[in-house]
């Protein structure tokens, strides 16, 4: 779903999974959101498959993602930055997959929210 609003932006997203027809919405909801000073939080680091969703999996930055490759989760500073805002959410909107489950190198960022959203319920 990212891939969508970052594309949006002008931003490169590779061969990654893109709803042309929503680009203007994007557009739309980003802008509503910083209308109303609400935050949307973007990755600033992903999990790549080089080529299609099959090929080899490496970490690249926001700024340079490669245009052959295909956006497959979120990076390892994304999932800190991520936990950081759990920490300090009164809501959360979790929206799956962030990644395409069918290998297990694939499911790590959602299985860490999860975490740290269930420790964040715990101590309420």
Not at 41 to 50: G, M, T, W
Request: charged fraction near 25%; hydrophobic fraction near 35%; glycine fraction near 4%.
């Amino acid at each position: 779903m990212c891939f969508s609003f970052i594309k949006a932006e002008g931003k490169p997203v590779g061969k990654s999974l893109v709803d042309d027809t929503l680009l203007k919405t994007c557009n739309q909801i980003t802008l509503d959101a910083l209308n109303n000073n609400k935050t949307i939080l973007f990755p600033c680091d992903y999990q790549i498959a080089q080529d299609s969703v099959d090929g080899d999996l490496s970490i690249c930055s926001d700024t340079h993602f490669p245009s052959n490759a295909v956006g497959i989760s979120v990076g390892p500073q994304s999932v800190d930055m991520i936990k950081s805002e759990i920490d300090k959410a009164k809501t959360i909107f979790f929206n799956c997959a962030m990644d395409l489950p069918v290998e297990k190198k694939q499911q790590r960022a959602p299985q860490i929210y999860y975490k740290q959203w269930r420790i964040q319920q715990e101590q309420q």
